[in-house]
């Protein structure tokens, strides 16, 4: 077996029995974060009638900055029975445009075709407010705030996690969804690597080529700042000219503006997450560097800049933070299995964290609804199914980020794939990277009512879905 691709195996392969599923059984989750992917998959699981607890580490729950979702996540969420409220939260967007730093329009990309093709919007929306829908849907003594899993040990029946508070868990799988610098990941990597089976390449720290500053402005006033009265969002970017930077700003349904800053390093680093460079002082500093940098949207001809949207932003909300990029091997191992941020870190500027942290939740859903029992060999075989379908759709994932990454950047380059996308290239090879990206990956769950497909978007092959609906059915679930 080549450690460095393929799946963990040293359980052995477990007996053609233990894949059907004979009679009812129901795990104990437990699951490390409350981010989005985390909070989905407790969602998922109470739709399932799974019993599980989701340990964040933090005092509240309310993610910084924005997203960019629609057709992605329509049928799973008209299958949840939230999607009217969730696109009540957003708004809609039908273009991309991208300027040089004196705001001349160097490139806009139409996105109003996707509606017409997968019959869904795309909308941004703010992360709070996504988080704040799906923990509206959960039981309040099922989410456990200031509960930081510190530390798990496990046996071949049960995993028992030990958290920051003193207090130690027990049950059947702990789902790490604890994020980029993932706690469950470190100690699961530690297990593993004491048993000599963890691939080197994830031992390696996480590399990253950008950091990022980023902020959500308070409420604001629609006469001065008139493009926040339009039906549909100002999704822009800016690229510096004289600069290592490009800025990104989104507006959104509650009258704020999401603005982020991308510098670009001269080469690849990594770095400890404690390291001084993302402190509060950090951040400000970097604040007082980039406030001149000119945005759209300015009212009667007025000069509209970062300094601008940071004066409006509270304090708390500015963060300065690497933009890592890496899919990691190894998903799983010692009861633990890993969703999110903390198996795979894709860049923002390809805009499917979210969706592929949301799409981990539903295919580890499948799969956890068909556990035959709490054996490690049919733990095993379900989060190997669970790897084998995600990891190279992460990987693809990482290499589209890639591309959209090199779209904005400051490299030679990226000019070069600028003036081709916009003079060169046929609308339908733009068309073709969104479909890949964003439109043809729509997961469900098999355990609820499907929803039928609309539109004529293909959709991604979803094992999962297709394998544990026979499962149930020969179950009679």
Not at 87 to 113: A, I, R
Not at 293 to 314: A, E
Not at 423 to 435: A, Q, Y
Request: proline letters at 5%; charged letters at 20%.
């Amino acid at each position: 077996m080549n450690m460095n691709t393929e799946p963990l195996d040293y359980y052995g392969s477990p007996p053609e029995y233990l894949r059907i599923k004979p009679e009812p059984y129901f795990p104990k989750v437990l699951i490390a974060g409350a981010g989005i992917g985390g909070l989905t998959l407790g969602l998922l699981l109470q739709k399932a009638n799974i019993d599980f607890a989701i340990l964040e580490q933090k005092e509240t729950i309310k993610p910084l900055g924005s997203v960019a979702l629609g057709t992605g996540i329509a049928p799973l969420f008209q299958q949840l029975g939230i999607y009217d409220d969730f696109k009540k939260l957003g708004k809609p967007y039908t273009q991309l445009e991208l300027f040089n730093e004196d705001l001349t329009p160097e490139l806009v990309q139409d996105c109003s075709w996707i509606h017409e093709a997968s019959t869904y919007q795309e909308y941004i929306l703010r992360k709070a407010d996504l988080s704040a829908l799906l923990l509206s849907q959960l039981p309040q003594d099922k989410v456990h705030l200031n509960k930081r899993v510190l530390s798990f040990d496990f046996d071949d029946n049960n995993v028992i996690a030990r958290c920051s508070d003193g207090s130690v868990l027990h049950g059947d799988i702990l789902v790490g969804a604890d994020g980029t610098h993932s706690v469950v990941r470190q100690h699961m990597y530690k297990i593993l690597k004491a048993k000599g089976i963890l691939p080197a390449a994830d031992e390696a720290p996480l590399p990253y080529s950008s950091i990022a500053l980023s902020g959500e402005t308070e409420v604001l006033s629609t006469e001065e700042f008139p493009a926040l009265k339009a039906q549909v969002s100002q999704f822009a970017s800016v690229l510096g000219t004289e600069n290592l930077c490009t800025w990104n700003i989104a507006s959104t349904a509650k009258n704020t503006i999401v603005w982020t800053v991308v510098r670009f390093l001269p080469q690849e680093t990594s770095t400890s997450v404690e390291s001084l460079e993302w402190s509060a002082e950090a951040a400000q500093a970097m604040c007082n560097e980039v406030r001149g940098f000119k945005v759209p949207g300015g009212k009667d001809g007025k000069v509209l800049t970062l300094g601008d949207l940071i004066d409006r932003t509270p304090k708390g909300s500015i963060v300065k933070k690497p933009l890592e990029e890496k899919v990691f091997n190894t998903w799983y191992g010692a009861r633990a299995v890993l969703i999110g941020d903390a198996c795979h870190k894709l860049h923002p500027s390809g805009g499917v964290s979210t969706l592929n942290a949301i799409t981990d939740a539903v295919t580890l859903a499948n799969w956890i609804k068909t556990l035959p029992s709490s054996s490690l060999f049919s733990l095993h075989d379900a989060l190997r199914e669970y790897h084998s379908e995600r990891h190279p759709l992460a990987r693809e994932a990482l290499d589209r980020s890639a591309l959209y990454n090199t779209l904005v950047g400051k490299t030679v380059v990226s000019s070069t794939v600028r003036a081709v996308v916009k003079h060169v290239l046929p609308t339908w090879f733009w068309r073709r990277l969104v479909i890949n990206n964003q439109l043809a990956v729509r997961p469900q769950v098999s355990f609820l009512p499907l929803v039928k497909e609309k539109g004529s978007v293909s959709k991604v092959h979803q094992a999962s879905l297709e394998k544990t609906r026979k499962i149930l059915e020969r179950a009679g679930s």
